[in-house]
Each structure stands twice: as structure tokens, then as C-alpha cells.
């Protein structure tokens, strides 16, 4: 089904952020919907780098709007026609750039993307969470039955008041009627009196009871306020944490909407009923009335719990994000963002009346250094029920961006602390005023710490403490959380890793993976629980390339063009050296298994197992492949065109089954292009870089590592062929590269033609590999460095080693 008509099929949550996500000019959600068969069919991806491509789909573009919009002439449809030339007049403007509108379409299309993942996901954490959901179901059916209690007795005590009410009015009609008579009879006054003092004891005990009924309405809101403000609500601010570095939590305020309104409904009756006991006293009063004595009390009991349950009503929904950032709560300056603010308790009479006003820090720490910043945008929104799908009362800010203040403050400070600018916390701050029925309150809401770079190469470190603020800290507004972090559990810090890659490929991390990323950090362990990282170890030691560089590395290759293959569990991934040679070597010929480089960020290699000749196992693997190759070609496409050529027998792909044996082409085939051979769509990579040449008489290395290929090809010592190499040996080894004396081969002429030139390249190329078991230094043979050969750059994948 096409991405669209899926977008289209969703329920009303994620429908709502589709209308949010097109609710900008950028790309017009009629045009997307019109166009969606042509959208979804184009190479958007190649035409953001390629001008000549992106200009064709632009002129393809503006001449379907064209086309539409002699359609709705036919059809007469006045509206549609006038937006359809709008539309186009508004794409003018990339004519100048086009590979800029292939940008904004591919942005669109990877939002669409991530509003059908979370959908997915969420019916995926539905299934697997089915206990917990049923606990929270029953605790959420307890709350509902206090909340359906609580209804109820505030109706019976509105039959209370009126009973109260109609026995003080037979009492006041009885007395007024006596008085206006003027009874004369000493005797008959008494016995009137005496039914009177019955009639006041009765009133007097009413008052009494209604005051205790009332004082027991109030016990009740106090208590459901108690769960829903220290229960409730911290936990969806938890889980908001949560969600916004990954984790597959629910963070719907419909539901908390709904008991909030219901708590705050049921005290504004409360105030009327002491309003109305107001009234009665005045009517009707004695000595020693309980309404006189208890009423105050209960006024301002009532006013006391009805203000806390607003104040904890306003919050942040939506929390900050970039519309292309690398997760929320990472801010830069001068860059728009949004933030969506909600007031739980809703009263449509105050729809667009209660303004929000948004400002920065306002308790910023005195430290030294510490920036300060000015919100600049429309900074002042009303509260409405219009902006909400579910009608829920948001203000949502779109166009919004932060400024740096000029050096003034930012330098002075009492603390000599220093933080890093990705250290930073800060907060935005929203203030309202709820004012009804006479009450006034004010109200302020913020946002969680915020991260803010000035420039996008800062975004990975920024996340980075986006990830450990939220994973370890409930202090919303600890600012000074860098100063002293404290270190996260191994049981914690593996679950978010596992979040990072669910939330980008919908696929989680397993045990064993988790157990290797483990191994990578604390060595050999009998069991990980009690292993703690420290702030430092996940992003500060062993810079520029920390763990968290070496991670997210992987994450975004995945993310960009190994999703599909990483959800359909055909990537092992998180594998050692050692696991992966103790797996393989049990298996067939030709098994193959995908792992991820530990020592090249971003990388991905495979490794086989061959047969000796002895009848032993041997296991080869390939320099990992990084985005340079991968942009070029798929990796399915690499693992099915990946040949060897060997001396006296045709060139064969040495991959034949998927660990732990699947049929490679069942494995990948549904990925692989319709055209194949010479009609490929990538022969010009497999032609230059997928043909690997094996040990034979014409080269012979003493090493898998030359220190003429680390230097003098300008590879570097930790990348392509060395990085492998010291994961395969353990350290590398510098030495000289002397060679035979070449003859020319007749098999390798067959096979690729080559002519000498041809052959110099092949040479040349860093990536030719010879088996490490035939590495003896021979005698005699003149010095041949592949620095000799400089025709062609270095590639970047190919080479062979055990």
C-alpha cells in the first residue's frame, strides 16, 4: 500500500501529527495528496545531490499542477483552482535550486515515515507489554471508579443543599407567618414557639450534616488530587522523559484531560455550595450556627486544593524540537523550533481567552560562562481548543527561535564551574492566568533542560546529554545536572541504547547484542548488572571517537540505508571477532554473517567461512563498507554481487548462506534491483570495486597491513584496511610490501581483460588482498611498493583477510 493511503488509514493521534507536520507552506498538503503515486515513485534522495535531476522533477512537478488544475476547471471547483495557482506560484522560488526542493520533499517523506513507524511501534508495544498494560488498566479502572464516586457524591450533594434549602424555607415561611398573626394566647405562642425550636434544632442538624458531607467531598478531592498530581502526573512527565529519547511510551494527555476536568469541575460545585450556605446564613441565622463557624475553613480549603490542581494542569505537551534536528529538547540558535503547551483542566468557555507568554531562564545558575539567551518569534499564543485534534486547550508556538545575549551576564557568575556548551541545561518557561467564576490564578509550565548549539556539528554531543539528562535525572528543572552526573547502570544504559535504535528502525537491541556492546565496555564479565558507565566513558574518553561516536556512527548508517535489512533481522550487528569466528566455523561453506565495525565509525563488513584444503574452517572477512559505498550502492546489492577471482576457475561469490543458514537470495532477494549484469543500475561500482583477485602468483604481500597503504596511500591507521586489520591481529604491524616480479597471468586477462595499465591498477589498489597464511617474507624479490602506482585514489572497501 502506498505510504500515503497508510498515512491516511491512521487513528485520530497520528493523524493529528500529519496535520501538524503539513501545516506549514513548505510543501502544501493538497499537493501531497494529489500527487502522492508521483511523489512516492521519485528519486528524491539523488535528485538532492544531483542539479541536473532535481530540475527535471521540478519542471515534472509544476507541469502535474498543471495538469490538476485543468481538472478542477472540468469540474467547476472555484476553491481548489485558485490554491492549485497558488501552489505553483509558491514553487517558483526553487527554481534557482531545485536539489532544495528535493530536500524539503525528502524531509516531508521521512516525516510521513516516522508518523507510520511510531503507529507501527505502537501496536508493537502493545503486544509486548500486554502485563503492564493490564496493570495499568486496572489501575486506571480504580481511578475511574473513584472519579465515577466522585460524581456521584457530588450530585447527592445537590440534593442535599436543595433539601437544606426547602426545610430553612418551611422554616422561614412557618416564622414569618407567626410573626405577621401577633398571637396573643401565652399559651398557644408557647407551644408555637416550642414547634419552632424543634423546627430550628432540625435546620441546625441538617447544617451540621451538610457541612460534614461537604468536609468528606473535600477528603475525597483531596485524596484524588493527591493520586492524580504525585501519581498521574509524574509519571507521564517520566514517561515523556522517556519517550522523547526513544522509548516506546504512551505520553496521550487525553486521559489525564479527562479526570483533571472532572476533579476541577466538582470543586467549582463545591464553591457553589458554599456559596449557597452563604446565602442561606443570610436568610436565616442563630446562635451558634456551624455554617458561620465551619464555612471559612471550608472556603478556603476548597480555593486551596482548586488552585494546586490548576497550577499542576499546565504543562508542556510537545517538548521543544528543530524540524530537522537530530531529536527534541537539541536547540539551535537562530533556527525555528516549536513547543506545544496544554492546560489539563478544560472549560470551553475559556477557549482563546488565556494567553501564554513564553521567556528563558528564569532561574538561571550563576556560573561562570553560562550563556543566556532571548526568545524571539511570536512568543505570545491563546489557549484554544482549535489547534488540537483531540480539542484538548494548547497553545502551540511554531515560529519560535532563540538568540544569544551579548557578553554582559553570561561571564560573571559566583561559580567557578565550567560547563561544556553541550553541558549546558536551560529552560523555557510558559506563563498564563486562569481566571473564572471569580478565581484568578497564575499558572507556569516549562519545558525539560534544553541543549543549545550555534552549530550543527555539535548535534551529536548534544543528544548525547539529552540521552543521559533524561535516561538518569526526575529533577526537571536541574540545570546543574553536568556538574556533578551520576553514572547509569548497565541495566538502564543498555535499555536506552536499545530505545535509540527502536525508535529509528522500529527493531530494538536483543541480549545478545547488548551482551557484546557490554563486553566492549567492561571487559569479560560474569554477569553485567552491576556494571555502571560513567558520564565519561559514554562521551568524553577516547576523543574525538568515544563510545557514543562509535554508536550513533552505526545508528545513522543503519538508520540511512541499512533500515529494512536491520528490521528484518538479516543483520547481526553487534557481534565480536571472537563470537563471530567461534559461529561461523561451525558452519557450512559459504555461511556469511553481517556485523558492525568496532574500530571504523560507521562501518559494516561481512565474514565467510571457507574450506582448506586440509578440510579446516576458515574464516575471511571484508574491509567494512562505510556511506561512501553505501550511497553508491545498496548493501544488499553488494552481498549480491561480491565476487572472487581466483586462478583456473570463474569468479564466484563466496556468499552463499545467511547465518545460520538461509539461502542468501531467499534472504535479500525481495531487496534486490529488477535489472541485473550489464543492466545494472550499479555496474560501475561492481565493475570497480566489487571484484576482489585472491592469492595467486601475481601478487604476494607479506602483511594484510603496509604501512606504505597506511601512509603512503593516505589511509589512516584506524579506517579501511589497517582499522580491519587490527580488529582481525590485534595490533597492527608495520612493515615494507616487497612483490614478485609480476608476469602476466592468463587468468586474470580472461577474466578482466586486463591490459597492463588495467593490471597497474588493480596494483594500485590498496584493497587487493592475499591469504595471510602464504605471508612469509620471500627472498630476493626487488622492492615494489604500492606507492610506486599512484593512477588511481585509494578505495574505500575490498580487501580480504582471515
Excluded at 323 to 339: A, E, I
Amino acid at each position: 500500500m502506498a505510504q500515503w493511503d497508510r498515512l491516511r488509514q491512521l487513528t485520530a493521534g497520528y493523524t493529528q501529527q500529519l496535520h501538524e507536520l503539513y501545516d506549514r507552506d513548505d510543501l502544501p498538503m493538497d499537493v501531497r495528496h494529489y500527487l502522492s503515486a508521483w511523489i512516492e515513485k521519485q528519486e528524491w534522495q539523488r535528485a538532492a545531490r544531483d542539479h541536473d535531476l532535481a530540475m527535471v522533477l521540478f519542471q515534472v512537478l509544476l507541469e502535474n499542477l498543471d495538469i490538476q488544475h485543468s481538472r478542477f476547471v472540468q469540474e467547476e471547483s472555484f476553491l481548489m483552482q485558485h490554491n492549485i495557482r497558488r501552489y505553483k506560484q509558491n514553487f517558483q522560488r526553487y527554481l534557482e535550486d531545485p536539489c532544495d526542493l528535493a530536500n524539503t520533499i525528502l524531509w516531508f517523506l521521512g516525516k510521513e515515515k516516522e508518523i507510520l513507524e511510531s503507529a507501527e511501534l505502537a501496536e508493537q508495544v502493545q503486544f509486548l507489554h500486554v502485563a503492564q498494560e493490564a496493570m495499568e488498566t486496572s489501575s486506571q479502572q480504580d481511578l475511574e471508579r473513584k472519579m465515577a464516586g466522585l460524581r456521584n457524591e457530588v450530585q447527592c450533594m445537590d440534593h442535599t443543599m436543595f433539601c437544606l434549602e426547602e426545610q430553612q424555607d418551611e422554616f422561614d415561611f412557618k416564622f414569618q407567618t407567626y410573626k405577621m398573626e401577633a398571637v396573643v394566647d401565652e399559651a398557644v405562642k408557647k407551644e408555637q414557639m416550642k414547634n419552632f425550636q424543634l423546627l430550628i434544632n432540625r435546620l441546625n442538624e441538617c447544617r451540621k450534616s451538610t457541612l460534614s458531607d461537604l468536609n468528606k467531598l473535600l477528603d475525597r478531592i483531596d485524596g484524588l488530587i493527591d493520586i492524580l498530581v504525585k501519581n498521574e502526573l509524574v509519571e507521564w512527565q517520566r514517561r515523556q522523559q522517556k519517550a522523547s529519547i526513544g522509548a516506546p511510551d504512551n505520553v496521550c494527555l487525553d486521559q489525564l484531560e479527562k479526570w483533571f476536568t472532572c476533579v476541577a469541575v466538582c470543586l467549582f460545585q463545591v464553591r457553589e455550595f458554599l456559596g449557597k450556605l452563604d446565602e442561606l446564613v443570610g436568610k436565616v441565622s442563630y446562635d451558634n450556627d456551624p455554617v458561620k463557624a465551619q464555612k471559612p475553613t471550608m472556603q478556603k480549603r476548597a480555593d486551596t486544593l482548586l488552585k494546586d490542581l490548576l497550577k499542576s494542569s499546565f504543562v508542556v505537551e510537545t517538548q521543544p524540537s528543530m524540524p530537522q534536528g537530530k531529536g527534541p529538547l537539541v536547540l539551535r540558535t537562530n533556527v525555528q523550533f516549536s513547543v506545544k503547551t496544554r492546560l489539563l483542566v478544560k472549560f470551553p468557555e475559556l477557549n482563546h481567552s488565556m494567553k501564554v507568554n513564553v521567556s528563558m531562564d528564569r532561574e538561571a545558575p550563576q556560573i561562570k560562562g553560562y550563556r543566556r539567551f532571548n526568545v524571539l518569534g511570536t512568543k505570545i499564543k491563546a489557549l484554544n481548543m482549535a489547534e488540537s485534534q483531540s480539542g484538548g486547550m494548547v497553545a502551540d508556538f511554531r515560529h519560535l527561535t532563540l538568540k544569544e545575549q551579548k557578553s554582559g551576564g553570561g561571564g560573571k557568575g559566583v561559580s567557578d564551574i565550567s560547563l561544556s556548551v553541550t553541558e549546558e541545561l536551560h529552560i523555557i518557561c510558559f506563563d498564563t492566568v486562569f481566571e473564572m467564576k471569580g478565581l484568578s490564578v497564575e499558572l507556569q509550565a516549562s519545558s525539560i533542560p534544553v541543549v543549545i548549539i550555534s552549530n550543527s556539528s555539535q548535534q551529536q554531543s548534544a543528544w548525547a546529554s539529552v540521552l543521559w539528562f533524561n535516561l538518569l535525572s526526575v529533577d526537571t528543572k536541574d540545570v546543574m545536572f553536568f556538574a556533578n552526573c551520576p553514572a547509569a547502570t548497565w541495566p538502564q544504559f543498555g535499555e536506552m541504547l536499545s530505545w535509540q535504535f527502536l525508535s529509528a528502525t522500529k527493531r530494538g537491541l536483543n541480549e545478545a547484542q547488548l551482551e557484546m556492546i557490554a563486553h566492549r565496555l567492561f571487559g569479560k564479565q560474569q554477569k553485567y548488572d552491576t556494571c555502571k558507565v560513567s558520564w565519561s566513558k559514554f562521551s568524553k574518553e577516547n576523543t574525538p571517537d568515544t563510545f557514543w561516536v562509535w554508536f550513533d556512527g552505526i545508528l545513522v548508517m543503519v538508520k540511512t540505508y541499512l533500515e529494512d535489512l536491520w528490521r528484518d533481522g538479516l543483520i547481526m550487528g553487534f557481534v565480536s571477532k571472537g563470537k563471530e569466528k567461534s559461529l561461523l566455523k561451525k558452519k557450512k561453506r559459504g555461511t556469511f554473517l553481517l556485523r558492525f565495525s568496532e574500530s571504523v565509525i560507521g562501518g559494516i563488513t561481512f565474514s565467510w567461512v571457507e574450506i582448506t584444503i586440509t578440510g579446516e574452517p576458515d574464516v575471511k572477512t571484508v574491509q567494512p563498507f562505510t556511506k561512501v559505498d553505501l550511497c553508491q550502492i545498496p548493501f544488499h546489492e553488494i552481498i549480491r554481487n561480491f565476487q572472487i577471482l581466483e586462478a583456473e576457475n570463474i569468479p564466484e561469490n563466496p556468499l552463499l548462506y545467511l547465518y545460520p543458514d538461509t539461502p542468501k537470495d531467499e534472504a535479500f532477494g525481495k531487496y534486490y534491483s529488477e535489472k541485473s549484469g550489464s543492466d545494472s543500475p550499479y555496474i560501475k561500482y561492481i565493475k570497480t570495486k566489487l571484484m576482489f583477485v585472491s592469492k595467486e602468483n601475481t601478487l604476494e604481500a607479506k602483511s594484510p597491513m603496509s604501512s606504505d597503504m597506511a601512509q603512503g596511500e593516505g589511509l589512516e591507521p584506524m579506517n579501511g584496511l589497517c582499522g580491519e586489520a587490527a580488529e582481525q591481529n590485534g595490533s597492527p604491524h608495520s612493515l615494507e610490501s616487497p612483490l614478485e616480479t609480476y608476469h602476466l597471468d592468463p587468468m586474470l586477462s580472461d577474466s578482466v581483460g586486463a591490459t597492463e595499465d588495467e593490471l597497474l591498477q588493480y596494483l594500485n589498489n590498496p584493497n587487493i588482498f592475499v591469504d595471510s597464511d602464504n605471508l612469509q617474507e620471500e627472498q630476493g624479490l626487488p622492492d615494489f611498493s604500492f606507492t610506486g602506482f599512484n593512477c588511481l585514489p585509494p578505495q574505500s572497501c575490498g580487501s580480504i583477510f582471515q
